[in-house]
Each structure stands twice: as structure tokens, then as C-alpha cells.
């Protein structure tokens, strides 16, 4: 059973630049989550993605999209890329089973803004 | 708002030593949901308990055991006889209503041999 896979693993841009992360959901599950994990910190939640639309969202700006797939496999974009975006990215999945589902998470995406 | 307090932020012992990380959670919710997540070196959040918050039983699974008291909005986990393995960021995290995940900031522990 494959749990939840991201790619790249490492990303290095300079600022201004646009980036766009992937993540494939565990076997079963159909919403999506990310999260940015700044150095020392704990998880901030960006958005939520269920049945191919953004269903949550946290506090981040416009320049944080995403996008979800028929397949459930998601995508996280970032523009105009600022150097406090380098964080950990993380990706997590849940069965879409009312506020008990627990969140799975990947090995995540470190992007490096220079 | 939720708000999910870690006031350790590293804690290092012994192997074989019993070590406990709290948590200290705020919500306004009375369905809530509380988690502990594991983050060792390699950045993955593994997933260790879910707890409910209707449901005060402690739980008890190999090494690990946690500690829900309601009375004091406390979700404590505790290791015994830890082990160098152990060694990474442990995090609490409250989900309540529809909201996603809330966590705090983490508690790192070292476990050295």
C-alpha cells in the first residue's frame, strides 16, 4: 500500500521565480491537503483540496495556488517567490470521512528561495 | 480559534530513560479531535494517535502511552525506556468542527545512548 509520495524533494529557486510542487495521495484517499513547515516551526495549513476544488484555506496569499487532479494527485504553486518561502512543503491525504479522518503526510518538499 | 501549545521546545535524556512531552490544547468546540504526530530527520510526519475528545480512556501501545484529561486541556504522550530511534520532533496537533489541523511548535527529543 503506497503511502502519500511528493516530488521534487529538494527544489532551489531565486526570488520572483514560480515553482509547482506534486503530490500523489495515499491508495483510498481523495482530499488533499498542504502544509508549509518554516525552520523550527510547526505545520501552517495553505488549503484543502476535495473533488477537484479548494474547499479550505488558510492564511496564506493569492500567490499560493493549487490545484487537484481527476486522480486525486494535487498540485501546490507558488509565484513570485519570496526568500521567507523557503520552508518544507507537505502534502497530506485523508479519506473524505466527515472530521475523523486522520491526515497521512509525505516525506514533503524542501524548497530553498535564493 | 484553536490554539495548540508545546511549551518544551527540546528535551534531551538517557536511553532507557522515561520521558513525557506535553501538550496544552484551546478550542471552543466540545467535538474535537487530538493527534501526535512523529518527525524524525527525514522530514516525514508520522502519524502516532488519534484521540477523540468525547473519549478520556488513556491508551497504552508498546513503549508509548498518552494521557487525556479534559480537566486541564492537557494531551500528554510518554515514552519508556526510550531508545536513540526515538530521537526527533514530536508534535500535537487539534482538528475541531471542519477546521484542518492545528499544531503547535513541536518538542524535539534527543535520546543519546
Known amino acids: 500500500d503506497a503511502g502519500v509520495t511528493q516530488s521534487p524533494t529538494h527544489l532551489i529557486k531565486t526570488r520572483g521565480q514560480q515553482v509547482t510542487l506534486r503530490c500523489s495521495p495515499k491508495?483510498?484517499?481523495?482530499?488533499v491537503s498542504w502544509y508549509q513547515q518554516a525552520l523550527g516551526q510547526g505545520p501552517q495549513f495553505i488549503f484543502q483540496?476535495?473533488?477537484?476544488?479548494?474547499?479550505q484555506r488558510g492564511n496564506f496569499p493569492d500567490r499560493f495556488s493549487g490545484h487537484q487532479f481527476p486522480n486525486y494527485s494535487s498540485e501546490l504553486n507558488v509565484n513570485a517567490l519570496l526568500l521567507g518561502d523557503s520552508a518544507l512543503y507537505l502534502c497530506?491525504?485523508?479519506?473524505?470521512?466527515?472530521?475523523?479522518?486522520?491526515?497521512?503526510f509525505g516525506p514533503g518538499t524542501r524548497l530553498t528561495v535564493l | 480559534a484553536q490554539k495548540v501549545t508545546q511549551a518544551q521546545t527540546e528535551i534531551s535524556v538517557v536511553e532507557k530513560e522515561d520521558v513525557t512531552l506535553d501538550c496544552v490544547y484551546e478550542t471552543r468546540d466540545t467535538t474535537y479531535y487530538l493527534f501526535w504526530y512523529k518527525q524524525p530527520p527525514s522530514g516525514e510526519l508520522v502519524f502516532l494517535i488519534r484521540r477523540n475528545s468525547f473519549d478520556e480512556q488513556n491508551e497504552i501501545s508498546g513503549r508509548y502511552s498518552w494521557n487525556f484529561q479534559k480537566s486541564t486541556s492537557s494531551f500528554n504522550f510518554t515514552i519508556t525506556a526510550s531508545q536513540v530511534v526515538d530521537s526527533a520532533v514530536y508534535f500535537c496537533a487539534l482538528r475541531s468542527g471542519y477546521s484542518t489541523l492545528t499544531f503547535g511548535k513541536g518538542t524535539m527529543l534527543l535520546v543519546s545512548p
Open positions: 483540496y476535495y473533488e477537484e476544488e479548494e474547499r
Open positions: 497530506a491525504s485523508s479519506p473524505r470521512t466527515g472530521t475523523t479522518d486522520t491526515q497521512y
Open positions: 491508495s483510498g484517499h481523495d482530499t
